[in-house]
């Protein structure tokens, strides 16, 4: 599924770029912003944020149960 038409960024590619944020050492805030700068893009309007702020907290929140929290 794309959630960035602008930029063509796929669910797929915006959770492997927020593991990767996530796992870099000193980072671990996984924001739009930090996604977009990782897959060395820029948005251009703003319309997917929400979405990718939505996926981010559902895997925020995977991951958070799957520790037992
Ligand atoms: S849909 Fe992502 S920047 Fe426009």
Redesign the pocket.
């Known amino acids: 599924m794309i959630?960035?038409?602008?930029?063509v960024?796929t669910d797929k590619e915006l959770k492997q770029a927020a593991e990767a944020i996530k796992n870099e050492p000193g980072q671990g805030i996984v924001t739009p912003g930090a996604v977009?700068r990782y897959l060395g893009k820029?948005?251009?309007?703003?319309?997917?944020?929400p979405m990718?702020v939505h996926i981010i907290h559902a895997m925020a929140e995977k991951d958070r149960r799957g520790s037992g929290q």
């Open positions: 959630v960035c038409s602008c930029t960024i977009f820029r948005p251009k309007c703003g319309t997917c944020f990718i």
